[in-house]
């Protein structure tokens, strides 16, 4: 097949995202309701940071434990904030098609730059003919030339992965609506094989960790959307505007310094824990069952090592 | 914990299912929307066969493929159509809090007789406090004394299981509404274990395959819910109605001589393949993305082998 039909190349013209898009986190009231106006809020201090987007709605925003209307919501509720369309990644991919398709056409609708789609998670070792139909199925019916999809890949947790020649028939049927992927697979040599196939007709390649940041941008890459960018965005940005300077390797290795400290403990518990404790707004503390918060005693010990790692954030919301 | 506080008993006078339970098949049409008329005519073909109750949206009807909306207007069909709630156990476990909640709340509204509840199942190496919130909030939030939950233990495919630690707190906090569950562990020894810890206190345990009937039903199980059993009921049925008879063993053989023709392959699939040809409506095919329908070689195939070894669909709605 890759000898046959050459994937079509997509004109410079059709804009693509790149850069550092942290996976925004959702706060949460006591009554465990999703709370627009300090969502918007945290999506304007992350774009002040110098974040190139937003990608709401990813597993580190618990939006698969969000119903459908409550991300319809809490996306229009950021667009009458004022957010603009054009920087949002939105994470569209449900288990039912019937839930994407209406997903991605409201984003689509309200002028979102892409979508980052999951596919469906619960049936386990389907196929890549399956998995085709899904995102053939959902573009085919939402049916509109600005949308731009980039493919979800993260099997630690989905156990659903996209493959390469997955994306490959997805390319050549839908050369200029499939944009790009998030590689969370933790594999560099994935990320690199994807760029290799993929990256010389225009597919973006996003890494799912900025401990690969440095190593992913040598090989290609468009950028990174990784969680820890929520409470440490400014540096994993420098990082990336720096990657070709001299200081990148020292740039990198202060990143993860900070990462280290984060990425021991449940790291969504840990992140809404360190912005609870910087926005000096406890209720950031909450997630939603199945996640549990982290105990008090968990969170003291990480802010005081990410104190003595020099950890801080900015200019916050008051 | 197991010692200083008991586990309430329960009275006799509250109702629980037993019996066979077909996780009921969902038929789509060419547009992959989900067919309530199919649906109900199914179901009442299997309630004709001697199925005690009917399990809609399981893993077998591709539930997780449906739209919480699509399940709420699949369950007022059949509803309206005359199937009686007192037969109904309602899948309404979803990935969101407020999912599950909704669709409980109607099943419960209605009057159906139970609820069967997978875990949130996209986070992964989730605990026990994190599941015990999640059907805490559910129970509560539902706040009905009529509901009855069974708890759906699948970790082959849901990959986020349902442990005995988290059980024996849920019958402490709520010993008439936690029911049961379905054990689709394929573990008999995971089903005894249970049995032995909470049967004594009427809890109920489905095995989630008929290959394990006899035995189960040895060790003081209430029935299965299998997938299978939407082709072949009514000699599951007799299995369970004759268990402690003589003919036992050699039920159960012969149950298992059909089970292994079905099991070979994608069994959805296979099932749907099946009715389409025992109901001569090819339209029953058809399954969601991210599935893909049977092959027809390999329908031919298993028709042939079904054929030789005796099975018959009797009576089907024309």
Redesign the interface.
Known sequence: MSDSIPIPLVAASVPRLSGVLPPVLTPFGED?APDPTRLAAHARWLLGQGCSGLAIFG?TSEA?????E?RERLLEALLEDGIPPEVLLVGTGC?????TV?LTALAVRRGCAGVLML??????G??D???Y??FS?VIERVGDARLRVYLYHIP?????GITAQLIERLLRAYPEVVAGMKDSSGDLGNTKLMLERFGPSGFKVFLGTERLLLAGMRSGGAGCITATANVNPAMIVRLFRDWQGREAEKLQEEVNVIRSALERLPVIAALKSVLAHETRDPAWRTV?????ELPAADSSTLLADLERRGFAMPGLPA
Chains 1, 2 share one sequence.
């Open positions: 465990l597993t698969n434990s969000l119903s459908l409550e288990c039912a098609l019937s839930d209406r596919p469906p998670f619960y049936y386990k389907v196929s003919e399956g998995l139909r899904v199925e630690p947790i989905s156990q659903v939603r069952p199945p996640l549990v």
